[in-house]
């Protein structure tokens, strides 16, 4: 396994312009997770799947983006009508869930290198 | 949001034990305090994680104060392939909520 994939790994676009990334997880992982990291900052949660269920979003993820993961497998994150604060690194990170309720807490999670993002 | 507070910087010397402290006094029962790193232009890579007891493995120990308000991440010989921003995240259900870091820089 090659680990989690990112594509592409940079994107320039104009304002008002939609992007589309995509995010391959580990194979057997049944989570995935989107972060958004801007310039000095920690990454930030957007949202996570688990298998092809989206089950929270954050208050972060505006009407713009939407993010799918058919079938359980790969997934996407959407931007629609580009604004220059969507600048930023967008993360895909994967896990096998070991426990949950409680015990989700302990799943770890494997990062992706990331999908760069600037917007003009 | 849990929260964790990490000082921004920190130096140590090659091959000289590193220390890096975490705050977390919102930590609830139930939340994992889990440690990562990032080196530049990749993503946040795992380097331990624990509930209340301390933890070894191979990269780092986890050092998990008795009331669990505070950790502390140690390295036992920095090299320079440690340079890299730490994250001390609580994981908390289903989210993992990081703070800027504590940025390690270490001199040869």
């Known amino acids: 396994d090659t680990g989690v994939s990112q594509n592409p790994r940079h994107k320039i676009t104009k304002r008002g312009q939609n992007v589309t990334f995509r995010c391959d997880p580990i194979?057997?992982?049944?989570?995935l997770y989107w972060y958004r990291q801007t310039l000095g900052q920690g990454p930030e949660f957007l949202t996570y799947?688990?298998?092809?269920?989206?089950?929270?979003k954050s208050r972060l993820l505006s009407d713009r983006f939407s993010a799918e993961r058919p079938k359980g497998s790969f997934s996407t994150l959407e931007i629609q009508r580009t604004e220059q604060g969507d600048s930023a690194m967008y993360l895909c990170?994967?896990?096998?869930?070991?426990?949950?309720?409680?015990?989700?807490?302990?799943?770890?999670?494997?990062f992706g290198a990331g999908s760069r993002l600037t917007v003009l | 949001d849990a929260k964790t507070t990490q000082p921004n910087s920190m130096e140590s010397n090659e091959e000289e034990p590193v220390h890096l402290p975490c705050n977390h006094s919102?930590?609830?029962?139930?939340?994992?305090i889990h440690w990562y790193r990032q080196l530049p232009s990749q993503g946040p890579e795992y380097v331990i994680h624990?509930?209340?007891s301390n933890v070894n493995n191979r990269m780092a120990s986890l050092a998990i104060a008795e009331d669990r308000k505070s950790s502390t991440l140690i390295l036992h010989r920095a090299t320079l392939r440690d340079a890299a921003v730490y994250y001390c995240?609580?994981?908390?259900?289903?989210?993992?909520?990081f703070g800027t870091g504590t940025s390690l820089t270490v001199i040869p």
């Open positions: 990170a994967s896990s096998l869930s070991v426990g949950t309720g409680e015990y989700s807490g302990a799943n770890v999670l494997t």
């Open positions: 194979s057997e992982h049944n989570r």
């Open positions: 799947f688990q298998n092809e269920a989206q089950l929270e």
């Open positions: 919102t930590i609830s029962g139930t939340d994992y």
């Open positions: 624990g509930l209340t």
């Open positions: 995240i609580l994981g908390t259900g289903n989210q993992f909520y």
